[in-house]
Each structure stands twice: as structure tokens, then as C-alpha cells.
T-cell receptor, first 117, second 109 residues
Framework: DTGVSQDPRHKITKRGQNVTFRCDPISEHNRLYWYRQTLGQGPEFLTY????????KSRLLSDRFSAERPKGSFSTLEIQRTEQGDSAMYLC???????????????FGAGSRLTVL | DQQVKQNSPSLSVQEGRISILNCDYT??????FLWYKKYPAEGPTFLIS?????DKNEDGRFTVFLNKSAKHLSLHIVPSQPGDSAVYFCAASGDDMRFGAGTRLTVKP
């Protein structure tokens, strides 16, 4: 297993266009998370899935954002009608229910950087 | 809602000395606290965690201390090495995971 994979690594788009990011988690992980990170800030929680069920959505996730995890494996994050304020690094992470230590340790991908012109 | 705060954006220490990174939180319902390290162009990687029922956890050069009454935790790195230079994020785990803004640690040779 090569860890959490995200694609594309970098996307440049014009304002108003739609973009989609894909995340392939570690295969045995049942939880999948999406975070957004802007310069000088920590990762901001967007949403998470347990298997195919989307269990929580942040109020940061406006109606232009939609995330899916159709078969409980890979996930997609779509942003419709992109705005310049959407420019950020979009991070995906996965985890199993709880590790040996009991902590829910997230394994992150390298991220997908979005630039909206 | 900033439930996890790291008030020092940067820290510089000399190689061999102790690095202390601080974190404050507001929600008493968090059950675990974690530290992640991030290098440029990579995602954050897990470093060490502590349960909310403990006050100390040690792993090699890294020790995390938790003061529940003050809603404060800290990460101690002893001795600090140049390879420790990175951005360190404090995170708090409940139903999901919330991160602080990060502290950039620079360890000078």
C-alpha cells in the first residue's frame, strides 16, 4: 500500500469553472476525511465519511462543495462555480476506527493545490 | 470556531537544546490530542498522541504534556536536531479532528 493518494496534485482553473479532486485512501481504512488548508493556517475540517456514509459536514462546506465516497473506497470532492477564495490546499486523510493507542490517527495525502484565477 | 490554538507561529532553537511547542484548546470533550509534523510539499504526518486521561506521554526524544485544568498541552523535543525543522500542528480528536494553525520550528546547527 502506497499510503493516501490524491489527484491532481495541482489544479489551476478560472473562476466559475467546476473542479473535482480524487482521494484514494489506505485500503483497510474505513474513515476518510477532507480538509482545506490555506497559507499560515492549519488544516480546516470539511467533512468525513465512515465507509460510504458522510457523517459530518462543516459549515465551511457551502452548497457549491460536494463530497462522495460511493463504494466506501475512493472519494471525490467537487467544487462548483469556483471562486478565488476557494484557492487552497485540499487535504485528504484516512484512518481506521482506532489504533492500538486508542487515538484516531489520520494518515494524510500530499494534498491537491487549487489555484482559482 | 478556533477550538485549537497555537499562538506561536514560529520558534527557533539551537541544535541540542530543548524545543517546547504549545497548544491551547477550548472543548473539554476532546478525548485525544495529537501532534503532527509537516514538511513542505507533503501532508502532515503523525508524531505522538496523548489520551485526555493522561498527563504525559513519551516517545524517544518527544514528550507531550497535558494540563486539563488549563486546557493546555505542550510538545517537548529533547535534544532538538536540524531534521526536526518543520511545521508542527497540534490536533484534538473527538468525533472529528481539529487542528491548530501550526508552529514553524527551526533548529539551527
Amino acid at each position: 500500500d502506497t499510503g493516501v493518494s490524491q489527484d491532481p496534485r495541482h489544479k489551476i482553473t478560472k473562476r466559475g469553472q467546476n473542479v473535482t479532486f480524487r482521494c484514494d485512501p489506505i485500503s483497510e481504512h474505513n474513515r476518510l476525511y477532507w480538509y482545506r488548508q490555506t497559507l499560515g493556517q492549519g488544516p480546516e475540517f470539511l467533512t468525513y465519511f465512515q465507509n460510504e456514509a458522510q457523517l459530518e459536514k462543516s459549515r465551511l462546506l457551502s452548497d457549491r462543495f460536494s463530497a462522495e465516497r460511493p463504494k466506501g473506497s475512493f472519494s471525490t470532492l467537487e467544487i462548483q462555480r469556483t471562486e478565488q477564495g476557494d484557492s487552497a490546499m485540499y487535504l485528504c486523510a484516512s484512518s481506521s476506527a482506532a489504533g492500538i493507542s486508542g487515538a484516531n490517527v489520520l494518515t494524510f495525502g500530499a494534498g491537491s493545490r487549487l489555484t482559482v484565477l | 470556531d478556533q477550538q485549537v490554538k497555537q499562538n506561536s507561529p514560529s520558534l527557533s532553537v539551537q541544535e541540542g537544546r530543548i524545543s517546547i511547542l504549545n497548544c491551547d484548546y477550548t472543548n473539554s470533550m476532546f478525548d485525544y490530542f495529537l501532534w503532527y509534523k509537516k514538511y513542505p510539499a507533503e501532508g502532515p504526518t503523525f508524531l505522538i498522541s496523548i489520551s485526555s486521561i493522561k498527563d504525559k506521554n513519551e516517545d524517544g526524544r518527544f514528550t507531550v504534556f497535558l494540563n486539563k485544568s488549563a486546557k493546555h498541552l505542550s510538545l517537548h523535543i529533547v535534544p532538538s536536531q536540524p531534521g526536526d525543522s518543520a511545521v508542527y500542528f497540534c490536533a484534538a480528536s473527538g468525533d472529528d479532528m481539529r487542528f491548530g494553525a501550526g508552529t514553524r520550528l527551526t533548529v539551527k546547527p
